[in-house]
């Protein structure tokens, strides 16, 4: 029987940008997926209690209606995340954090894909976006971090420091990443803690992949030791994933509650900035969307 949490959120929510939601699968890697998680599959959550319950807290926020009708008639989505009453307690469950296939990441991963998970503008728009964002080329003493990197990570064009690490999952395509100069392969879902020195970034990207992190607290903590005061974190997505991957929440709410989503973990992590959202969808409803949710280590922190 469908969920109706899926069409709750879908009339009060809605998707941003109207283009359907497209998997990053082929046919056959799906079928494999499900072919190997047949058997380790959990019970899938049912969502509409947990759900319900959780974005309840904000629906009932005087200001929350009109800021989601308001993001999705201006196609902005910038006031999603101002002025937010997060509750107290952290609002999720174990349940938001499981996948529809929960075998390793490493072997999801094991062969390279060589290939964009977003079309080209929504590429170009994210470059464009990090030209303004980044600190300027060939800055001495200034380090990046591209987290869930490939072999792409949509820098712009000859942009160098003399530090920029990698972390991903699948090494060949590290390897062929031309802009990092270092890498590491680490499932942050089995090992959530960065292996780098506290206060080491200026900024830390993270490219269409906060949505496979089962543990995001727990990296978002480690992003927040690891940058250093005033560094920024950039956490971009579209409506695009291996959704076999992506986590419950995720999969079962649409582009505005995934912005909510990311600015949450930001908060409950704790010694960030309020974070903020961006939409940089380049021509709404005809490719990909992008946005972005954004945030600064505190200074003092
Ligand atoms: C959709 S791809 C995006 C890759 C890249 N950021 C880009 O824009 O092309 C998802 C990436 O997330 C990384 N990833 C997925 N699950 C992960 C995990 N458990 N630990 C670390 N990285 C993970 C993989 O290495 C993979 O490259």
Known sequence: MANRFPNILQNKFSSLHPKPSISCFTGAQLSTTLKRSRNLRVPRRLVLGIGVSFWAQFMNMSASNSIIASARTK?????????????????????DFQRFDESSDLVFYESPRFVTHIDDPAIAALTKYYKEAFPPSNTPGVALLDMCSSWVS????????????GMGLNEEELKANKVLTEYVVQDLNTNPKLPFEDNSFDVITNVVSVDYLTKPIQ??????????????????????????????????????????????????AGGFEPPQAVDISPNPGRSDPMYIVHSRKLATA
Not at 75 to 93: C, D, R, T
Not at 219 to 248: Q, Y
């Open 75 to 95: 196609g902005s989505v910038q006031q999603i995340l101002e002025n937010v009453e997060w509750p107290e307690q952290f609002p999720f469950k174990d349940e």
């Open 154 to 165: 949509h820098f712009p064009v000859g942009y160098k420091q003399e530090r920029i690490a």
């Open 219 to 268: 990296v978002f903590k480690e992003m927040h030791r690891v940058l250093k005061p005033g560094g920024k974190a950039i956490m971009s997505f579209s409506n695009r994933c291996f959704w076999t991957k992506a986590i419950s929440i995720w999969t079962s709410t649409g582009d505005a509650d995934h912005v909510m989503i990311v600015g949450a973990y930001f908060h409950y």
